[in-house]
């Protein structure tokens, strides 16, 4: 989905520049780099696309249709402000640097490998005057405080790039090898969004999970750190794959600062579809991972992405993936039909299965993700959580518990950004949020709010 646009302010300064990313939280991260470097510098970050003097978009390449998308974002932002300087980043850029070189009105392309240098990149591009900065640099914790205004979880990019090659992903190709931020550098900067208001950070970059394999340091290590030299009262992790974590991995969570959710992808139940992916976890291990991660916090909230599909995949390798998902029992899940990608093994591997067959077992498979979530809110009923408010809709808060369940409430004293307790009393009739009992429970996240994106 199109990530918001940066709704971020300062001063009065010489360079306008609006933001805005396609697809996953780690483009959504480095957005906040670059607003970061450009107020830093003196200039401003708008929410508003019309009036920026530099539109930055940061595009997404993980499935034909991201591609596709990337393609017409670009066109909206040089047709709806044709005088503005466009730069364009991202993994769809750096796949087609070329192609989108040759897009009406595209004047810089970055490429992934050259990201940290951007801001610099774009400010040659406009020249001396915009490069010696605005009328008011702003000292680092000033610039912090504005731009998170809006702002109610900081998304850390502690790595790029992958070191595996599974057999259907573009990403590695476009992100390159595995580079890991220093434990220090980390620190500091969720130490430097707490002081300026953000009770919640989710750790974020290609391959979580392998983090610190260039520098000598663990996903553990780092977590650990964290937790001894901040006082962040919410730690989250985003996708995390289900190998390169020690046995040992979910003690950490017995700390309450660490969020009891991850989100493991599998993407396929059946151990012969595995294979095929080059994916490194059998069915077996990614079983024993989920049952420790639950032994550990009680109702610890696993959820997942699943590839339906695949190349060579036959009805009894369906079925074992339908049983898999049942019995681990998924909080949520991001459900993508294969689509085959240039340059990948799985593109050219026997057996492509025909579109119809795709989207049916799509179909079958968001009909049990559904069941699944029910089910997953269901166990929650009767207790009580704490909440990170998010926004108010029409009257009603939106937030999420430290399980990462979505939840409506209309009791007073609610704030974005803060955290307070409340009761969890029903589920709405859609099946997708959990209710505190000042709002009827027939309500649906439709009614509530009808044109937010479901996250």
């Known amino acids: 989905m199109l990530l918001e646009s940066a709704n971020f302010f300062q001063s009065d300064t010489d360079v306008f520049v609006n933001f805005q990313a396609l697809g996953c939280r780690l483009n959504e991260a480095e957005l906040e780099t670059w607003a970061s470097e450009f107020m830093q510098r003196g200039h401003q970050v708008t929410a508003d696309a019309a009036e920026a003097d530099v539109l930055v978009f940061n595009s997404c390449a993980v499935t034909a249709q991201a591609d596709r998308k990337s393609r017409q974002q670009i066109g909206r932002l040089r047709r709806g402000n044709p005088d503005a300087r466009l730069i364009v980043t991202g993994c769809h850029a750096s796949l087609n640097p070329q192609a989108v070189r040759e897009y009406l009105g595209v004047d810089l392309v970055v490429d992934n490998r050259h990201k940290e240098q951007l801001v610099a990149q774009a400010l040659e591009l406009l020249g001396d005057e915009a490069a010696q900065g605005g009328t008011e640099v702003l000292p680092l914790e000033a610039e912090n405080s504005l731009l998170l205004r809006g702002r109610h979880r900081g998304f850390i990019k502690i790595q790029d790039g992958c070191r595996y090659r599974c057999t259907y992903c ?24 707490h002081r300026q208001g953000v009770n919640e950070v989710a750790l974020t970059g290609v391959h979580v999970g392998g983090y610190g394999s260039d520098i000598g340091s663990s996903l553990f290590r780092l977590l650990g750190r964290i937790l001894e030299h901040s006082e962040i009262p919410r ?24 969020m ?72 949520h899940m991001h459900i993508f039909p294969f689509s085959a990608r240039a340059g990948t093994r799985a593109a050219n591997l026997p057996g ?20 699944l979530k029910r089910r997953e809110l269901q166990a929650h009923l009767g207790k009580r959580a ?52 000042a709002i009827q429970p027939q309500v649906t996240l439709t009614d509530i709010l009808p044109h937010a994106a479901r996250r």
């Open 170 to 193: 573009i990403v590695t190709l476009a992100r390159g090898e595995e580079r890991s931020r220093g434990e220090a550098d980390i620190v500091a900067e969720i130490n430097r969004l």
């Open 235 to 258: 730690i989250r992790l985003a996708s995390v794959e289900p190998w390169d974590l020690p046995d040992n991995f979910f003690e950490l969570f017995q700390d309450p600062r660490l």
């Open 260 to 331: 009891p959710h991850m989100h493991l992808p599998i993407q396929s139940g059946s151990d012969t579809v595995l294979r095929r992916m080059a994916r490194r976890c059998k069915t077996a291990e990614f079983a024993r991972l989920v049952e420790r991660a639950r032994d550990a916090v009680p109702l610890f909230n696993v959820t997942t992405d699943l590839i339906t599909g695949f190349p060579g995949e036959t009805e009894q390798e369906w079925r074992q993936t339908l049983e898999f998902v049942e019995q681990t029992g998924f909080g």
């Open 352 to 371: 492509q299965v025909d579109a119809v067959t795709k989207k049916a077992r799509s179909r079958e498979m968001h009909e049990l993700a559904a069941r």
């Open 386 to 437: 704490e909440v990170l408010w998010e926004r108010q809709t029409g009257g009603c808060w939106i937030g999420y518990t430290p399980h990462y369940h979505k939840i409506a409430s209309r009791e007073a004293g609610i704030r974005a950004s803060g955290i307070s307790e409340v009761a969890i009393d029903s589920i709405s009739a859609d099946g997708s949020m959990l209710v505190n009992d």
